[in-house]
């Protein structure tokens, strides 16, 4: 009998289908990895498992009990054992402490410590390399010992099902090395460990089986190995036949740029509490360029379109027609020129298409703003048919065209998008597509785009920049990125 059954597990948000009838079993002893691009609905799928969330279909088996409607203390009283993404320790409490609140039952409310419970937590402590910083305060601890302590606190409960949410997240490789290692040694024979983390190539070393997702589907499951080398996966993370593209592929016509620079950025850190995202990430993109960044999630992104938008805190420079943005507001970045698609769409969802887009030409006189509806409802004609229509009754795909064309009414020099083919079907796609072709190769606009679809990207491009783990790992043409670096970028 398998220790972990899921069963038929489907989860809507309202019309959104998250995770679809997804079916698989988790034996004693096993490490599997759920993987899948940014909307996969993995988190989603975790999220069933702890108990955060309630299936709307389907049933959760732990050691032949169903318990989808269990809540998550009843879930870590029958053996599992939870490590959520981002840590919240008790910062007044040392790491030996922290570690031992999680072993007490959580009707007790005053701090007395069983012998037992002390012997667990000292273990536990050990196990994961923090003997040295026990009677440390969790704030002056570095991320990775943080996440050392989470990972800790769940081993001191001697779980048999160990659940990790990004377990690797904000830690550097060889941060990544040293606790999978810590781990590993840590876990028992029979102790079953799933996890989620966008970090492939971690997950491919770290488990012995992985089950890959897209738009809610299980897709592949496997032998790491069998996955990464399944065609969907690899159509999902990098593209269709990128091997048969090298010969072919050329920047789009009329795109090179003119020689000047418009944008010019040299971000050395970017930091999220104490997990740096980025570091030493230096792009320049010339006036009438194409640029993408292709990169796995978590690869840093979405951060670094933040840091030239002014929504994260950066340390660095970034200049703008050669004068620095480091000082100016968000609004004032905008107003140069620079529109911002971002990856969560932000739209008004009770508000119509029409009200939407005239939200982005706000600081336009009437007649003005008439003339932009006129310049983007050709641009995407099925905007026009739904203008009345409230945001949330759109598809997709029309929604992510509602998010394109408000950033274009304000008539950017600069056009940034992250993540535009997110979740998206192929006939909303070959739509994107084509919206970009127009903008880009017929009107000369200047695009920088964040992608996971490799495919899209390098059909798109000028120039590409290859993200891993916070830093540019590869920088050159479409055909170069094909010929050097396609083959071995999922593995």
């Not at 040392?94 to 570690?99: A, C, P, R």
């Not at 592929?249 to 997990?275: E, R, T």
């Given at each position: 009998?398998?220790?972990?059954?899921?069963?038929?597990?489907?989860?809507?948000?309202?019309?959104?289908?998250?995770?679809?009838?997804?079916?698989?079993?988790?034996?004693?002893?096993?490490?599997?990895?759920?993987?899948?691009?940014?909307?996969?609905?993995?988190?989603?799928?975790?999220?069933?498992?702890?108990?955060?969330?309630?299936?709307?279909?389907?049933?959760?088996?732990?050691?032949?009990?169903?318990?989808?409607?269990?809540?998550?203390?009843?879930?870590?009283?029958?053996?599992?054992?939870?490590?959520?993404?981002?840590?919240?320790?008790?910062?007044?409490?040392?790491?030996?402490?922290?570690?031992?609140?999680?072993?007490?039952?959580?009707?007790?409310?005053?701090?007395?410590?069983?012998?037992?419970?002390?012997?667990?937590?000292?273990?536990?402590?050990?196990?994961?390399?923090?003997?040295?910083?026990?009677?440390?305060?969790?704030?002056?601890?570095?991320?990775?010992?943080?996440?050392?302590?989470?990972?800790?606190?769940?081993?001191?409960?001697?779980?048999?099902?160990?659940?990790?949410?990004?377990?690797?997240?904000?830690?550097?490789?060889?941060?990544?090395?040293?606790?999978?290692?810590?781990?590993?040694?840590?876990?028992?024979?029979?102790?079953?460990?799933?996890?989620?983390?966008?970090?492939?190539?971690?997950?491919?070393?770290?488990?012995?089986?992985?089950?890959?997702?897209?738009?809610?589907?299980?897709?592949?499951?496997?032998?790491?190995?069998?996955?990464?080398?399944?065609?969907?996966?690899r159509r999902v993370f990098l593209g269709k036949s990128l091997d048969e593209?090298?010969?072919?592929?050329?920047?789009?016509?009329?795109?090179?740029?003119?020689?000047?620079?418009?944008?010019?950025?040299?971000?050395?850190?970017?930091?999220?509490?104490?997990?740096?995202?980025?570091?030493?990430?230096?792009?320049?993109?010339?006036?009438?360029?194409?640029?993408?960044?292709?990169?796995?999630?978590?690869?840093?992104k979405s951060s670094l379109l933040k840091a030239i938008t002014g929504l994260?805190?950066?340390?660095?420079?970034?200049?703008?027609?050669?004068?620095?943005?480091?000082?100016?507001?968000?609004?004032?970045?905008?107003?140069?020129?620079?529109?911002?698609?971002?990856?969560?769409?932000?739209?008004?969802?009770?508000?119509?298409?029409?009200?939407?887009?005239?939200?982005?030409?706000?600081?336009?006189?009437?007649?003005?703003?008439?003339?932009?509806?006129?310049?983007?409802?050709?641009?995407?004609?099925?905007?026009?048919?739904?203008?009345?229509?409230?945001?949330?009754?759109?598809?997709?795909?029309?929604?992510?065209?509602?998010?394109?064309?408000?950033?274009?009414?304000?008539?950017?020099?600069?056009?940034?998008?992250?993540?535009?083919?997110?979740?998206?079907?192929?006939?909303?796609?070959?739509?994107?597509?084509?919206?970009?072709?127009?903008?880009?190769?017929?009107?000369?606009?200047?695009?920088?785009?964040?992608?996971?679809?490799?495919?899209?990207?390098?059909?798109?491009?000028?120039?590409?920049?290859?993200?891993?783990?916070?830093?540019?790992?590869?920088?050159?043409?479409?055909?170069?990125?094909?010929?050097?670096?396609?083959?071995?970028?999922?593995?």
């Amino acid at each position: 009998m398998a220790l972990l059954e899921a069963l038929g597990l489907s989860k809507r948000f309202g019309g959104i289908r998250a995770v679809r009838d997804v079916h698989f079993a988790v034996q004693e002893g096993e490490i599997v990895g759920l993987i899948g691009p940014n909307g996969s609905g993995k988190s989603t799928l975790l999220s069933l498992l702890t108990g955060v969330y309630k299936p709307n279909s389907g049933s959760i088996r732990f050691d032949g009990r169903e318990i989808q409607n269990w809540p998550i203390n009843k879930r870590i009283k029958h053996g599992m054992a939870i490590v959520f993404q981002h840590s919240r320790p008790l910062n007044r409490q040392t790491v030996l402490d922290n570690i031992k609140l999680a072993l007490l039952p959580d009707r007790v409310f005053n701090i007395h410590y069983p012998g037992d419970i002390e012997v667990k937590a000292l273990q536990a402590a050990k196990l994961l390399g923090l003997e040295d910083v026990m009677d440390s305060y969790p704030e002056s601890l570095p991320f990775g010992y943080l996440r050392r302590m989470e990972i800790a606190k769940a081993l001191a409960l001697e779980p048999r099902l160990l659940l990790l949410d990004e377990p690797f997240a904000g830690l550097t490789p060889s941060e990544v090395g040293e606790l999978a290692g810590l781990i590993l040694a840590a876990k028992t024979e029979n102790q079953a460990i799933v996890l989620v983390d966008h970090n492939v190539k971690a997950v491919y070393s770290f488990v012995n089986r992985i089950i890959a997702l897209y738009v809610g589907n299980k897709i592949a499951d496997g032998q790491p190995h069998e996955v990464m080398a399944d065609a969907e996966v690899r159509r999902v993370f990098l593209g269709k036949s990128l091997d048969e593209k090298a010969g072919s592929l050329s920047s789009p016509a009329g795109s090179s740029g003119n020689g000047n620079f418009l944008l010019d950025l040299d971000i050395q850190s970017i930091k999220y509490g104490k997990a740096e995202v980025l570091r030493n990430v230096a792009i320049r993109i010339r006036d009438g360029e194409f640029v993408s960044l292709v990169g796995l999630n978590g690869a840093g992104k979405s951060s670094l379109l933040k840091a030239i938008t002014g929504l994260v805190n950066y340390v660095g420079d970034v200049k703008w027609r050669g004068a620095s943005t480091n000082q100016m507001t968000t609004a004032q970045i905008i107003r140069l020129g620079i529109a911002f698609a971002p990856e969560t769409r932000e739209l008004f969802r009770y508000m119509s298409v029409k009200e939407n887009l005239e939200l982005g030409g706000e600081r336009l006189n009437r007649h003005e703003r008439q003339s932009k509806l006129d310049d983007v409802y050709e641009l995407f004609p099925i905007l026009q048919e739904r203008t009345a229509q409230p945001a949330y009754t759109l598809s997709g795909g029309e929604q992510q065209m509602l998010t394109i064309a408000r950033a274009m009414m304000q008539t950017p020099s600069l056009l940034i998008l992250d993540e535009p083919t997110l979740g998206l079907a192929p006939v909303a796609l070959d739509a994107i597509s084509e919206t970009l072709s127009t903008l880009h190769g017929k009107l000369g606009l200047t695009i920088l785009l964040a992608e996971q679809n490799v495919h899209f990207a390098l059909k798109h491009s000028d120039s590409i920049y290859l993200l891993d783990h916070g830093s540019i790992s590869w920088q050159g043409t479409v055909a170069g990125f094909v010929q050097e670096v396609g083959h071995k970028y999922l593995v």
